[in-house]
């Protein structure tokens, strides 16, 4: 058994007897006579469950009890005293104390308690970091599609999900790309640890550091205790790096050290710190074109891509589309207490038709913008937005006339297949059936802007 408890009193004997008992039916048990003692164990082994007094001389019980669930809301605790008063059982109840027992402590009552408490964590970690429903045959209940793209992506899924492979997971916003690894995780071993999503992007570059691998005290102006980082939260577990290609060169070379050694330091630490986790990434970036340009390194890149899983905008498999309205139909029905249950053959017509920018996110608030504004129990035209009803369908044809020179048939192709995968230069090389270096190459000639879809670059005088 390898539970960890950390037992706090500062009374000898009953402290003694606390940890003999637990350690006779196969916890490891870490002894603690005072509150600060407590603090710093903590830090160090990251306890399971702590036992604690209330009534101590240096920090007590509650103050001790406020600092853990801060810390890490995960960790059990359990309030002993010889003084059981109402308002302290409301109070500790409030700031997040699993349990409330008065002493004399039998011993029974406690390794139960402790066995319940040990429950309670395992259930608090699947109910946060888990889906709250998957399927019962494999983990993929939020993840919707009959189209070939999608059952690729299921394909794929359970291929690596048994695996230690890192997976990257490229594709455009709103495509679903943190539903598809958390159904990896759902169907790993790792499953019943910590699934930590991270988006790179939304955390400033100064302190993503601080965020991915924790700091010590006096680490920076602020930092006045240890902190633990994603990765080490995420022991055992998987960690989610969303944004990748956001990271900047400094953390791209922490993180490869991480991929390769399988440690880290925190901050303003100097103690090598080993984990076992597997880490997924994903981009809405063209990472391959990230190298080319400088802003990605290849070493990187090659370390993360172990496997690589493409997830399509939504208008390359539009046979999806009715599959996903009727799901979010009857989700947002559900949550807002309607009746809805149907859609009119007009209104599942223009959203099919419809390009969806944001992709499924997009369509999700769309829907769910419909059911509520929907007055019977069935959604029409006129319950969704004006830019789906008016929205018309951009033109993929070529405007090639009569006598047009072979060059400039060229670059209109060029322009209208990056129209079409919105700038995603790769894509837009396999449509085009050319390799991506060949592809540049056409650019170039053609002074069309690597970063616009259809402007050429300004000639040089």
């Given at each position: 058994?390898?539970?960890?408890?950390l037992?706090?009193?500062?009374?000898k004997?009953?402290?003694?007897?606390?940890v003999?008992?637990?350690?006779?039916?196969?916890?490891r048990v870490?002894?603690?006579?005072?509150?600060?003692?407590?603090?710093t164990?903590?830090e160090?082994?990251?306890?399971d469950?702590?036992i604690?007094?209330?009534?101590?001389?240096?920090?007590?019980g509650?103050e001790?009890?406020?600092?853990?669930t801060?810390?890490?809301?995960?960790?059990?605790?359990?309030?002993?005293?010889?003084?059981?008063?109402?308002?302290d059982t409301?109070?500790?109840a409030?700031?997040?104390?699993f349990?409330?027992?008065?002493?004399p402590?039998?011993?029974?009552?406690l390794?139960e308690?402790?066995?319940?408490?040990?429950?309670?964590?395992?259930?608090?970690?699947?109910?946060?970091?888990?889906?709250?429903q998957?399927?019962?045959k494999?983990?993929f209940?939020?993840?919707?599609?009959?189209?070939?793209?999608?059952?690729?992506?299921?394909?794929?899924?359970?291929?690596?999900a048994?695996?230690?492979?890192?997976?990257?997971?490229?594709?455009?916003?709103?495509?679903?790309?943190?539903?598809i690894?958390?159904?990896?995780?759902?169907?790993?071993?790792?499953?019943?640890?910590l699934?930590?999503?991270?988006n790179?992007a939304?955390?400033?570059?100064?302190?993503?550091?601080s965020?991915?691998?924790?700091?010590?005290?006096?680490?920076?102006?602020?930092?006045?205790s240890?902190?633990?980082?994603?990765?080490?939260?995420?022991?055992?577990?998987t960690?989610?790096?969303?944004?990748?290609?956001?990271?900047?060169?400094?953390?791209?070379?922490?993180?490869?050290?991480?991929l390769?050694?399988?440690?880290?330091?925190?901050?303003?630490?100097?103690?090598?710190?080993?984990?076992?986790?597997?880490?997924?990434?994903?981009?809405?970036?063209?990472?391959?074109?990230?190298?080319?340009?400088g802003?990605?390194?290849?070493?990187?890149?090659?370390?993360?891509?172990?496997?690589?899983?493409?997830?399509?905008?939504?208008?390359?498999?539009?046979?999806?589309i009715?599959?996903?309205?009727?799901?979010?139909?009857?989700?947002?029905?559900a949550?807002?207490?309607?009746?809805?249950?149907?859609i009119?053959r007009?209104a599942?017509?223009?959203?099919?038709?419809?390009?969806?920018?944001?992709?499924?996110?997009?369509?999700?608030?769309?829907?769910?913008?419909?059911?509520?504004?929907?007055?019977?129990?069935?959604?029409?035209?006129n319950?969704?937005?004006?830019?789906i009803?008016?929205?018309?369908?951009?033109?993929?044809?070529?405007?090639?006339?009569v006598?047009?020179?072979?060059?400039?048939?060229?670059?209109?192709a060029?322009q209208?297949t990056?129209?079409?995968?919105?700038?995603?230069?790769?894509?837009?090389?396999?449509?085009?059936k050319?390799?991506?270096?060949?592809?540049?190459?056409?650019?170039?000639?053609?002074r069309?802007?690597a970063n616009?879809?259809?402007?050429?670059?300004?000639?040089?005088?």
């Amino acid at each position: 058994m390898d539970k960890k408890i950390l037992v706090v009193d500062d009374r000898k004997s009953e402290l003694e007897a606390m940890v003999e008992a637990l350690q006779k039916v196969g916890y490891r048990v870490f002894p603690a006579s005072g509150g600060q003692e407590a603090l710093t164990l903590f830090e160090d082994i990251n306890p399971d469950v702590i036992i604690t007094d209330i009534k101590m001389p240096d920090v007590d019980g509650m103050e001790l009890l406020k600092t853990v669930t801060g810390a890490n809301p995960y960790t059990q605790v359990i309030l002993i005293t010889g003084y059981p008063k109402a308002e302290d059982t409301v109070k500790a109840a409030d700031i997040g104390a699993f349990f409330y027992l008065p002493k004399p402590i039998s011993i029974s009552i406690l390794r139960e308690t402790v066995k319940r408490a040990l429950e309670n964590q395992d259930l608090r970690i699947q109910n946060v970091h888990l889906q709250e429903q998957v399927d019962e045959k494999y983990g993929f209940s939020n993840i919707l599609g009959n189209s070939k793209p999608m059952q690729e992506i299921f394909r794929i899924i359970k291929l690596v999900a048994p695996t230690r492979a890192t997976v990257l997971i490229a594709g455009d916003s709103g495509t679903g790309k943190e539903l598809i690894a958390r159904a990896i995780h759902n169907n790993s071993p790792r499953k019943k640890k910590l699934f930590q999503p991270v988006n790179c992007a939304a955390i400033p570059k100064d302190i993503l550091e601080s965020e991915l691998f924790g700091h010590e005290p006096g680490a920076f102006t602020g930092a006045i205790s240890r902190r633990r980082g994603y990765f080490e939260l995420a022991d055992g577990g998987t960690i989610f790096l969303d944004e990748i290609g956001e990271m900047s060169a400094d953390m791209q070379v922490k993180l490869l050290r991480v991929l390769e050694e399988r440690e880290f330091m925190r901050v303003g630490g100097t103690q090598t710190i080993k984990i076992d986790v597997r880490i997924i990434s994903a981009t809405n970036r063209n990472l391959e074109e990230a190298m080319e340009e400088g802003d990605f390194r290849e070493d990187l890149y090659y370390r993360l891509s172990g496997f690589t899983i493409n997830v399509p905008p939504l208008r390359e498999h539009r046979e999806d589309i009715p599959i996903l309205v009727y799901a979010f139909i009857q989700q947002f029905s559900a949550e807002n207490k309607k009746k809805v249950t149907k859609i009119t053959r007009p209104a599942m017509e223009l959203l099919t038709k419809y390009d969806w920018p944001g992709n499924v996110r997009e369509l999700r608030n769309e829907i769910e913008k419909a059911v509520i504004v929907c007055s019977s129990n069935t959604i029409d035209v006129n319950d969704l937005s004006d830019k789906i009803s008016t929205a018309q369908p951009q033109s993929t044809t070529l405007d090639v006339k009569v006598g047009m020179a072979m060059d400039e048939i060229e670059k209109v192709a060029i322009q209208k297949t990056l129209l079409e995968t919105g700038g995603n230069k790769t894509r837009a090389a396999d449509m085009l059936k050319i390799p991506l270096r060949t592809f540049y190459r056409l650019l170039e000639k053609h002074r069309l802007s690597a970063n616009s879809q259809n402007k050429e670059e300004p000639k040089e005088k």
